[in-house]
Nanobody, 124 residues
């Protein structure tokens, strides 16, 4: 079993920035993909950004491309999400996810470890 702990959420104004962190612990050897999903009230959980741990390949939702950057520190088993130029529509609960075999990185299938979530609020 692996555990994921997120941090870094908060409240910012439109145009502001936040950095989220997700630290993995426990049995992390099977993890090949780590990423961020978000869920706003009344909406489906959607993939935001994912990184393939070994190769460093990144995947982004169209809505965040160019504004968000996902990165990892393999030595710390930690993934980061730098969010710039935040918009009110980015407000949501952000969840860290990890998986081994993930058919489509920005889809939920294949992710079997999830964090508790960290809230991001963006005011206009």
């Amino acid at each position: 079993q692996a555990q994921l702990v997120e941090s870094g959420g908060g409240s910012v104004q439109t145009g502001g920035s936040l950095r989220l962190s997700c630290a993995a612990s426990g049995y992390t050897y099977s993890i090949n993909y780590m990423g961020w999903f978000r869920q706003a009230p009344g909406k489906e959980r959607e993939g935001v950004a994912v990184i393939r741990i070994g190769r460093g390949t990144t995947y982004y939702a169209d809505s965040v491309q160019g504004r968000f950057t996902i990165s990892r520190d393999n030595a710390k088993n930690t993934v980061y999400l730098q969010m710039n130029s935040l918009k009110p529509e980015d407000a949501a609960m952000y969840y860290c996810a990890a998986g081994s075999r993930v058919p489509l990185p920005l889809q939920r299938d294949g992710y079997y470890y999830w964090g508790q979530g960290t809230q991001v609020t963006v005011s206009s």
